[in-house]
């Protein structure tokens, strides 16, 4: 069976002579623009363009487009008559996966300006680039860098993690403590503390420790919380710590401590150059920082 979408995409190569142009008129890669070229002429059983340092139309080709454009523009009219279909042509739907905090502190402000129609995946940075590899997300927000292969990783953010809690905790021996530099008592003082963490490994808590003291943290957490914003909204009813990036705390924490030598991590903006536009990339890295 035929697709329409081949007829679509034999007309934008035809009129704009190259698939390049045609892919970013289409909002689709060029490799699915040869895709849709080659399936439409195995199709009709004969070769519609010459491919050479400029595609052009064989006479096969010219007699085929007389034959198509008509019945084919009377088809686009009408569908753009109905708002639904209008909507997602002009608006084409792109797949993005992120962790939810990032989603719900920075993005969320954002998302009533994006024109693209947005499926939105929550997760682990791990489990989304797996789901990108695969083809069932176009893009990933991601906060570390790994190596797979075909997908480029381009930095969008850097964050700085810090000892975050209650504005009701008394950080007077701390403070002094770290004025003066008696790092093995306010080393003392923090492991004193109750702690939330993200993880049961302590990942974030363990890096900051490195970072600082030079050695693991013997903290036991009060509270594993998978969700940083809970966490942080459960800090403002207790006493305990936990280190979160800077952009998700807000006037209702305080700031314990930011380390002597602070934490800092990349977040990247992911994709496979093979499966989306130049102008969606440029789209989505403007949305994601």
């Known amino acids: 069976m035929v697709n329409l979408e081949w007829y679509r995409t034999f007309k934008a190569v035809y009129q704009t002579g190259s698939l390049t142009a045609a892919s970013r008129a289409l909002f689709i890669s060029q490799p699915n623009v040869s895709q849709h070229i080659s399936s439409l002429e195995a199709h009709v059983g004969k070769i519609l363009f010459e491919r050479k340092p400029k595609i052009v139309p064989t006479d096969y080709g010219k007699l085929f487009y007389t034959q198509v454009i008509e019945p084919l523009e009377k ?25 939810q905090e990032y989603f719900q502190a920075i993005l969320s402000e954002k998302i009533a300006a994006i024109e693209p129609n947005l499926i939105l995946s929550f997760g682990r940075t791990k489990e989304l680039l797996g789901r990108l590899q695969k083809g069932s997300l176009d893009f990933v927000v991601a906060t570390k860098l790994t190596e797979y292969k075909q997908l ?138």
């Open 75 to 99: 088809l686009e009219k009408i569908e753009a008559n109905f708002n639904t279909a209008s909507f997602k042509k002009k608006s084409p739907i792109i797949r993005l996966g992120t962790v």
């Open 152 to 289: 480029v990783f381009e930095p969008i953010r850097q964050e700085i993690f810090i000892i975050a809690g209650s504005k009701t905790i008394d950080t007077t021996d701390f403070d002094h403590y770290v004025k003066e530099e008696y790092w093995e008592s306010a080393e003392a003082w923090l492991l004193s503390q109750p702690w939330f963490a993200y993880t049961i490994d302590l990942a974030i808590i363990r890096r900051f420790w490195q970072k600082n003291f030079d050695k693991r943290p013997v903290i036991k957490p009060s509270c594993v919380i998978p969700d940083m914003n809970l966490i942080l909204k459960s800090l403002k009813h207790s006493i305990a710590l936990t280190i979160a990036a800077d952009y998700l705390l807000d006037d209702d924490l305080k700031i314990i401590w930011r380390g002597r030598t602070p934490l800092e991590n990349v977040l990247y903006l992911v994709y496979d150059k093979t499966k989306v536009t130049p102008d969606q990339v440029k789209l989505m890295k403007e949305f994601c920082r």
